[in-house]
């Protein structure tokens, strides 16, 4: 049986919870246990595919096909592990599930209520998630802050769980944020004891605390916090900025993390073994080289959108010891002033995201045309990958006006289409050729170098594809097709043999990159661009001096 572990939030979101959870999760994997961590989104969307990026971050997809939040993928990444659909709850499918129930009759005669028809579901889905997999510790993140109204029902089924789970098998810890007054440099922690009144209100008395404060706290405010939250000391923890996130295992275990939960949890005493993971951040933080990445891409003010992206980047950069300086460019900006793609000239590498829609779509054409004729090394990413077949059918192939049918439905040359499979589709949740497949390498590929494989397992979302019938026209012309689905229908990657470095993917590379683990794609981009850089440098040509990011 898992024991339970509850991490409520505080004061105000996004501050960084789900690398508390993530890192808590990695201390106890440290001393061995299987961990797993569940994310509680309180919205009412069923899944997070049908919002905007832009608003609410990266959408994840998981190997079995999930559009899940963006947490996953910290779960994934710091835990190294490979997580399900089902470690996603939403209050969409807990209502979804409860109303589709109620209209088949299986609740019949009674009034199906919040407490216990909802609690009941919620704690379903909860233990659905951990029961696997010989798990010993469940990490169960609930999203928002305590206080807000969707949370509530999530926090009540926490508390039963408590009671039917027992104390020695669940813990809750409160992650708040306790800001610095700039004036006096002193640490608030009122809204911080707020928040902890606001889940005992509802009968919730957390067993530890994080704080999350941009230094670590000093002794007064630790006590401080003790005392207001009816907690030891050592039950109160920090969690202040670091340069990469990965470091925060490392200082909450310095600070007695995984002692605190072992023995509360009575799970006994294990020597922690950290010894690589201290060894992939120091990799981080010790690279001096730097090369200088563009990310070209439209949802560029939230960074967020692009988290597995930037992940990706710099586990790559670590593992080949340099530092990726990672601008984020926006592509309109390209639209209004095609001149200005020649500033892409400062970078050592470019990388064009996926994406959806209209918007921004002229610009990366200009960004990719531009990466292609100037040899800049080019990682292009689902839309990005399309959109490379788009610029070169226009430009080489003189496929004039070619599109995707995305972006319009009556292109001349249509190059980019809808997957079959999507044309009868009315549902647009949930819909699109979703999660991971095989890939087909083709030997003696760049691909194939990178991979050293013929095959690749990776994650997908989408609904459009490289048009089948001019596959023939862009092989001849000099893209070639390194990467197949296995039933050969769908093109997976496309690269450019006279190019440096041109490789585009169908799928998300991204979502399967982990600290330690580069993904191969993404591992030849960054040394790619390490190449451009010194012989630039050795070279001295004109357009590479060092000019301010940004
Ligand atoms: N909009 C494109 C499609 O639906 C690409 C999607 C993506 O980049 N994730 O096929």
Known sequence: MPKYIFVTGGVVSSVGKGIVVSSVGRVLQARGYRVTAIKI???????????????????????????????????????????????????????????????????????????????????????????????????????????????????????????????????????????????????????????????????????????????????????????????????????????????????????????????????????????????????????????????????????????????????????????????????????????????????????????????GVEGKINTIRYSRENGIPFLGICFGMQLSVVEYARNVCGLDGANSTEISEDTPHPVVDLLPEQRSLENLGGTMRLGASKVIIKPGTLAYRLYNSEVTYQRHRHRYEVNPAYWDRINRAGIVFSGMSEDGRRVEIIEL??????IATQYHAEFISRPGKPEPAYLGFIRAALMRKRSLETHNKSGYVSLPLG
């Open 497 to 502: 043999p006279s190019h440096p470095y041109f």
């Open 41 to 359: 989104d309180p919205y009412l969307n069923v899944d997070s595919g049908t919002m905007n990026p832009y608003a609410h971050g990266e959408v994840f997809v998981t190997d079995d096909g999930g559009e899940t939040d963006l947490d996953i993928g910290w779960y994934e990444r710091f835990l190294n592990t490979t997580l399900s659909r089902n470690n996603n709850i939403t209050t969409g499918q807990v209502y979804l599930e409860v109303i589709t129930k109620e209209r088949r009759g299986d609740y019949l005669g009674k009034c199906v209520q919040i407490v216990p028809h909802i609690t009941d579901e919620i704690k379903r889905r909860i233990r659905l998630a951990a029961e696997k997999d010989n798990i010993d510790v469940a990490i169960v993140e609930i999203g928002g802050t305590a206080g807000d109204i969707e949370g509530q029902p999530f926090l009540e089924a926490a508390r039963q769980m408590r009671l039917e789970e027992g104390f020695e098998n669940t813990l809750f810890i409160h992650v708040a944020l306790v800001p610095i007054l700039k004036a006096t440099e002193e640490f608030k922690t009122k809204a911080l004891q707020h928040s902890v009144n606001e889940l005992r209100r509802i009968g919730i008395q957390p067993d530890a605390i994080v704080a999350r404060c941009e230094k670590p706290i000093d002794k007064a405010t630790r006590s401080k916090i003790a005392l207001f939250g009816t907690l030891p000391e050592n039950a109160v923890f920090c969690s202040y900025d670091v340069e990469y996130v990965y470091e925060v295992p490392l200082i909450l275990e310095e600070q007695g993390m995984g002692v605190f939960i072992t023995s509360r949890l009575n799970l006994g005493w294990k020597q922690p073994k950290l010894k690589e993971w201290n060894e992939i951040v120091s990799s981080m933080k010790n690279a001096k080289e730097e090369v200088r990445i563009a990310v070209c891409g439209k949802y560029t003010k939230l960074i967020d959108s692009y988290v597995s992206v930037k992940e990706a980047l710099i586990h790559a950069a670590a593992y080949a010891r340099v530092r990726a300086l990672i601008d984020w460019v926006d592509v309109e900006g390209f639209e209004a002033d095609p001149e200005r793609v020649s500033l892409l000239n400062r970078y050592d590498g470019v990388l064009v995201p996926g994406g959806f829609g209209h918007r």
